[in-house]
DNA sequence: ACCCACGACGTTATAACATATCAAGCGAAA
DNA sequence: TTTCGCTTGATATGTTATAACGTCGTGGGT
């Protein structure tokens, strides 16, 4: 599995699949993967780009799960937490995880028009940026990646 | 000159340097460099961190320079433009650049603690996610590289 | 059975970040 | 001098995120 997202695939079985490895994997940890948090995961699989929390609790309102900001906020604190939900940072918004079997550092591609999502992985952690935090002494937790453009349904659309 | 933000260096000088060459590159390209701007650049050298918005309004407004947010916004997004700062995406917030002479893709090492900021630049581009934007059509327009961790300070206090 | 600790959730309020819009000032070009 | 473009002033609003506090249900120890 790579870089999905501007591709076709069958989303049907591509939801259905990672709803269960979701599940599997919550199971195997003993976390609880309650109704809010497999629904904002799912409408995140289903929309199958970057949605901003408010989007995310628009839908979820509309069918009774709560509300109020918080109650987002916390579902997708848990998804990110567990790596089933990346936040792209540049959007302050978030979307679901391409190959959440693996632990992996994601890199994106974002739509600038259409905002749609494409994952993939970073072998970084070396080069400058590594060289660069060795020396200064800085210890480094996390990295993002994110690559903003048009994707080739939107650089089609307007060229 | 690279990385710097974690060492040790003559604050006063680099300010007035930065400065000046912001000064020169204005009237070199006819842009105007106005009081405004001037002074969100040197609060942001002067303070040499991630800056909120709202951080450098409110000194703003403690020197009469105006107290409305559109106020700094704006000239963010002049400085921003023109390269003399860039946006921390995964702060929002806002840092002076470390080297304006030239263009670059910058990268940085943000400390989750303190929000002390170095600059280095990425080679990046190609590897994997040039890769799969190639293999996409993806075009890639620009690119966000940030490490968050713990500075050598921040480390020290609390190992 | 009882108590309690813990994690999830409901709810209110507010903080923090950002933009839309329209009007006024001001210097350079025409 | 008129016009134009850019900067700024001012008000209002939109968007994203968290603080704070209470409630509820589950599961483990007693
Ligand atoms: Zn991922
Ligand atoms: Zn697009
Ligand atoms: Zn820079
Ligand atoms: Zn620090």
Redesign the interface.
Same mark, same amino acid.
């Given at each position: 599995m #790579? &870089?999905i997202?501007?591709?076709q695939h069958d989303h049907g079985q591509c939801i259905a699949t990672a709803l269960s490895q979701a599940e599997a994997k919550c199971a195997e940890q003993k976390l609880q993967f309650t109704p809010v948090r497999r629904r904002v995961l799912e409408i995140l699989l289903d929309k199958h780009r970057a949605m901003g929390a408010y989007d995310i609790l628009d839908i979820l309102s509309a069918e009774g799960m709560g509300s109020q900001p918080p109650v987002v906020y916390r579902a997708l604190d848990f998804l990110v937490q567990h790596g089933f939900v990346h936040r792209i *940072?540049?959007l302050?918004a978030y979307t679901a995880c391409a190959h959440p079997t693996h632990d992996h550092v994601p $890199?994106f /591609?974002v739509?600038?028009e259409c905002k749609a999502v $494409?994952e &993939? *992985? &970073? *072998? /970084?952690t070396q080069?400058? /940026?590594g060289s $660069? $935090?060795d020396? &200064?002494?800085?210890? !480094?937790?996390? !990295?993002?990646?994110? #690559?903003?453009? /048009?994707?080739?349904a939107c #650089?089609g659309a307007r060229p």
């Open positions: #790579a &870089t997202g501007f591709r *940072e540049r302050n $890199a /591609l739509c600038r $494409a &993939t *992985e &970073t *072998e /970084l080069g400058r /940026l $660069a $935090a020396k &200064t002494g800085f210890r !480094i937790e996390k !990295i993002v990646v994110e #690559a903003e453009g /048009l994707c080739p #650089a």
